[in-house]
C-alpha cells in the first residue's frame, strides 16, 4: 500500500477538518488523529483532558505523539508499531497505564486513514478506558481462584451436578470419595453413564429429585466402601439458584467415622460417670465418713470424669462445626456438667481433708494473709473494680494457715461474687479482741441474705441461687464454718436483702502450736 507525501498528507487532513472538529474532537473515547510522520493535528478533548489531569501534560498541534508521555513506550515506537500501521494494518493491544496509587486499563486501536486512491495519509488512535472491566474481570478470576483453592483444601467432598446429572464441579476429596466408593468420576462425567441404574435410581429418589424441587436435605449414617468396609458420613444437599430458578444441587460429604466413636466412648464414659454419682450420692446420704471420700473421688470419680471431658473438649474442636443444633447443645451440657461435676469434687475433697489433714498450728500474722490474698484475687478484683478495705490493725494469732487462708479467701471471693449489678463492690476487713476471742469481720455492699435464709448458708450443698448466675457448689460457708470450728470459734451472718452483708467469724486465743 502506498503512503502520500507529507505534504499531500497535511493537506488531506485540514481538508478533512471540518469532519474532524464535528466527530473526533468531542468523542466520548481518548482520539488522536496523526500525519504520516506521526506528528499531533487533532486531539478529542477528553484525552487532552485526561493527559494533562493523569499526567500534567499538554498536546499540541504539530507535536510529534513519539515525543509525548505516555506515548513515547515501546508499544508506540517507530520500530515496533510505526510500520505496521504504514504497511496498512490496524493493530490493536490492551495497555495499563499508573494513575496515582492505581493503574487505568485502555483497549487501544491504531489504524491507517486511507483516501480514494488507496494511499495512506494520515493515522487515527482510539482508546477506550476498561478500567472497570478489567478490575471486575481481575476480581472474579481471583475470587474463583480463591473459592477454588478452599474447596480443594476442604476435609469435605464436594461436588455440583445439573439436572441432566452432570458433574459441573467437584473437589479432589469428592473425586477420592467416589472412587473409593467404585466410581470414577470427574467435572464433566454424566452420572447416568457411571452409575448403576438402580444405585442412582435411589439418589435420585432420595435427594436429587427432591433438591431439584427446592428443598434443602441431610443424611447422617453408615456406609460401605467398594471393599465392604463400613464408615460414617454427614451429607448435606442444597439447591443451586440463579434468579429464582434452580440449576444445579451441591452436596457436601463429611467423614464423622472418628466423631460416631468419640460418641460411643463418651456415651460410656457418661453412664460409667452416672454409676459414680449414684454410688456417691448414696454415700453421702447414707452418712458415712467423709473421711473415706478423697479415695473414691480421686480413684472413681476424678480419673473417668477427666476421660469424659477431654473425649468431650477432642469433640468440640474438631467436629462442632459438623454437629446438628441439637447435637451442639448435648455437647455443651456434656462439658459444662464436667467442669461443675470436678468443681464438686474438689469442693468435696477439700471439706472432707479439713476433717482428715493434721492441723499444723503457728504463730501468724493475719496482715500478711490479707497481702497475699491481694495477689491471689488480683483477677476478680481488677474485673469488678472492687475496693478491700482494712478498717483496724489485724493481730497475730495462732492457727493453721492454709486453712484460715481458705477462709478469709472464699469469704472475700464470695464478697465480690454477690455484687449488686452496676456498684463496683467494696470490701472491709476489721478485727477487735473480747475475752478470749478475735473476732475478725468481713462487711461487703452486695446483694445480701435474707434472715430466714441465714443459717441455710452453712448448710453442706445449700445453695441460694441459681449456678447460671452465680457459679458455685455451695460447699465454700460449709467448709469455712468447719474451719472455724477446729480453731475454737463459730461463724455468723447478719444481713438483709440489698443491704449487704457481714460475716463474723472468731478465733480462741492461746491456741497451742503444732
Not at 214 to 226: H, Q
Not at 297 to 323: C, E, I, M, N, V
Request: hydrophobic content about 40%; glycine content about 4%; proline content about 2%.
Amino acid at each position: 500500500m502506498k503512503i502520500t507525501s507529507v505534504e499531500e498528507s497535511k493537506s488531506k487532513l485540514e481538508s478533512w477538518s471540518p469532519f474532524f472538529e464535528s466527530v473526533v474532537l468531542p468523542s466520548p473515547n481518548m482520539e488522536i488523529v496523526l500525519d504520516i510522520e506521526f506528528n499531533v493535528w487533532y486531539t478529542s478533548d477528553i484525552l487532552k483532558n485526561n493527559l494533562m489531569r493523569l499526567y500534567d501534560v499538554s498536546i499540541t498541534k504539530g507535536e510529534n505523539i513519539f515525543n509525548i508521555y505516555p506515548f513515547n513506550k515501546d508499544e508506540f515506537g517507530h520500530d515496533v508499531l510505526a510500520p505496521k500501521v504504514l504497511a496498512g494494518e490496524t493493530v490493536k493491544y490492551s495497555d495499563e497505564l499508573p494513575f496515582g496509587k492505581a493503574n487505568i486499563f485502555l483497549k487501544i486501536s491504531a489504524r491507517p486513514m486511507i483516501d480514494e486512491n488507496n494511499q495512506i495519509f494520515g493515522i487515527i488512535f482510539v482508546a477506550k478506558d476498561v478500567t472497570k472491566y478489567e478490575l471486575v474481570s481481575k476480581s472474579l478470576q481471583k475470587r474463583e481462584a480463591t473459592l477454588r483453592a478452599v474447596i480443594d483444601a476442604s476435609d469435605d467432598g464436594i461436588y455440583a451436578i445439573d439436572k441432566k446429572r452432570e458433574i459441573i464441579a467437584i473437589n479432589n476429596q469428592a473425586i477420592n470419595d467416589f472412587k473409593n466408593a467404585g466410581y470414577d468420576i470427574r467435572e464433566g462425567t454424566n452420572l447416568n453413564r457411571v452409575v448403576e441404574s438402580d444405585t442412582l435410581k435411589r439418589w435420585n429418589s432420595a435427594y436429587f429429585d427432591k433438591v431439584f424441587e427446592g428443598n434443602k436435605l441431610s443424611y447422617r449414617g453408615e456406609l460401605e466402601d467398594a471393599d465392604e468396609s463400613k464408615y460414617f458420613v454427614w451429607n448435606k444437599y442444597s439447591p443451586v439458584y440463579i434468579n429464582d430458578e434452580i440449576i444445579g444441587c451441591v452436596e457436601v460429604s463429611r467423614s464423622i467415622t472418628e466423631i460416631v466413636e468419640l460418641e460411643k466412648q463418651i456415651r460410656s464414659q457418661l453412664e460409667d460417670l452416672d454409676n459414680k454419682n449414684k454410688a456417691l450420692n448414696a454415700y453421702i446420704e447414707s452418712n458415712l465418713q467423709l473421711e473415706n471420700f478423697a479415695y473414691i473421688a480421686s480413684h472413681d470419680l476424678k480419673a473417668p470424669l477427666r476421660s469424659l471431658t477431654s473425649f468431650a473438649q477432642l469433640l468440640k474442636s474438631k467436629s462442632y462445626g459438623s454437629l446438628d443444633e441439637k447435637g451442639q447443645k448435648y455437647l455443651d451440657i456434656v462439658i459444662k456438667s464436667s467442669k461443675n461435676m470436678e468443681l464438686l469434687i474438689n469442693d468435696l475433697l477439700t471439706y472432707s481433708r479439713v476433717n482428715t489433714a493434721k492441723k499444723k498450728f503457728v504463730n501468724l500474722d493475719t496482715n500478711k494473709i490479707i497481702e497475699r490474698l491481694y495477689s491471689d484475687l488480683d483477677a476478680i478484683i481488677s474485673e469488678s473494680n472492687a475496693e478491700i478495705r482494712l478498717e483496724t490493725a489485724l493481730p497475730e494469732i495462732v492457727g493453721d494457715e492454709s486453712m484460715l487462708v481458705q477462709v478469709f479467701e472464699n469469704l472475700i471471693s464470695n464478697a465480690i461474687k454477690f455484687r449488686k449489678e452496676g456498684v463496683n463492690p467494696i470490701v472491709s476487713i476489721s478485727c477487735v479482741m473480747k475475752g478470749n476471742f478475735y473476732y475478725f469481720s468481713i462487711r461487703d455492699n452486695g446483694i445480701g441474705v435474707s434472715e430466714e435464709n441465714h443459717e441455710k448458708v452453712f448448710n453442706i450443698f445449700e445453695k441460694l441461687h441459681s449456678t447460671d448466675v452465680f457459679p458455685g457448689t455451695g460447699l465454700g460457708l460449709t467448709i469455712c464454718k468447719k474451719i472455724i470450728n477446729l480453731h475454737g470459734g463459730v461463724i455468723t451472718i447478719q444481713s438483709k436483702l440489698d443491704h449487704g452483708s457481714t460475716f463474723t467469724f472468731t478465733i480462741q486465743k492461746n491456741l497451742e502450736l503444732s
